[in-house]
């Protein structure tokens, strides 16, 4: 395992004890003296903040960036996708849980430099890096080095995101990221807080101020039946993409199935995909997307 001290800008310190207080996501995690925050990947050593899965990823795969899903950046064009480890979020029907929240340790970790990743990007011929399969915030020292070099390289940089990022991460994530494709799980603030364990607040303004900082944005929200499938929550969505975004900005439906915490569900109903895109095309949305079908 490799450990990186985190940049003091990004922790505050307790002046009483050794316990400090992470600024990396939006959970604000307060950690012990031997502790870890809620993403597992940040401990408290001696009252510093290191990051123990520095270099370490789970996956890499050249991938069409259409899968991310993206389809209005770069089109037909090939994105070297890199995935970690952890989450700052607890969905109970994560699609990806096994590197998320169930890998136990990093002995299936692949260790790998900056400038491999940039160098395996050039040879796949892609023409990006896309950070995902995980939840890339919570590796922002390893992401924006990494993404630097790429940059350096004309490669464009991708995050796939839940979206929720700290002030300060956002902020510098925007100085590296190009394109962004934020999960937007819900509009209920109730199912934020059940079924994700996060604020549904945060992502809304973290939306916001992506995409008024002029970046490429894209939506993705996975329906799930009886959770957020209903009519109202799917027009209050598109509600906001159009009156607080824009209408150019894609929007993704994508079907869930039983999988991790919630393996008792049944498939996302179809007719509920096309009735979502057709209420989508109505309010004014230009470019909508279904997934999973």
């Known amino acids: 395992m490799?450990?990186?001290?985190?940049?003091n800008d990004l922790y505050k310190k307790s002046s009483k004890t050794q316990k400090i207080r992470c600024e990396i996501c939006a959970n604000y995690c307060k950690i012990?003296?031997?502790?870890?925050g809620i993403c597992h990947q940040h401990k408290n050593i001696n009252g510093e903040l290191f990051d123990e899965s520095y270099g370490i990823v789970s996956s890499l795969s050249p991938d069409p960036i259409e899968k991310k899903p993206l389809n209005k950046?770069?089109?037909h064009t090939s994105t070297y996708s890199i995935g970690g480890f952890g989450c700052n979020m607890s969905c109970l029907h994560c699609q990806?849980?096994?590197?998320?929240?169930?890998y136990g340790n990093y002995s299936r970790g692949i260790k790998i430099t900056p400038e491999e990743i940039v160098e395996n990007a050039i040879n796949y011929n892609c023409k990006s890096i896309a950070w995902t399969y995980n939840e890339p915030t919570i590796h922002l020292l390893f992401n924006r080095k990494t993404s630097l070099l790429a940059k350096q390289k004309n490669l464009k940089v991708i995050y796939v995101s839940n979206g929720y990022f700290s002030e300060k991460s956002l902020e510098e994530v925007l100085c590296f990221v190009d394109a962004f494709n934020i999960d937007l799980k819900s509009m209920s603030s109730n199912f934020y807080k059940k079924v994700c364990g996060a604020d549904l607040d945060i992502v809304l303004d973290n939306l916001k101020r992506i995409y008024f900082e002029n970046k490429h944005l894209e939506i993705t929200n996975l329906i799930i039946n009886e959770f957020n499938d209903f009519i109202d929550e799917i027009t209050q969505l598109c509600d906001f993409v159009v009156n607080e975004l824009g209408p150019e900005v894609?929007?993704?439906?994508?079907?869930?199935?039983?999988y991790y915490k919630m393996n008792d569900i049944s498939p996302t109903n179809t007719e509920t995909l096309f009735k979502a895109k057709e209420i989508a095309l109505k309010k004014g949305i230009q470019n909508v997307y279904l997934g999973n079908i």
């Not at 490799?2 to 940049?7: A, D, E, N, Y």
């Not at 894609?250 to 039983?258: I, N």
């Open 32 to 36: 012990d003296e031997g502790n870890v």
């Open 96 to 102: 990806n849980y096994i590197i998320s929240h169930e």
């Open 2 to 7: 490799s450990t990186m001290l985190v940049s």
């Open 250 to 258: 894609p929007l993704h439906f994508s079907r869930a199935f039983p």
């Open 73 to 75: 950046f770069l089109p």
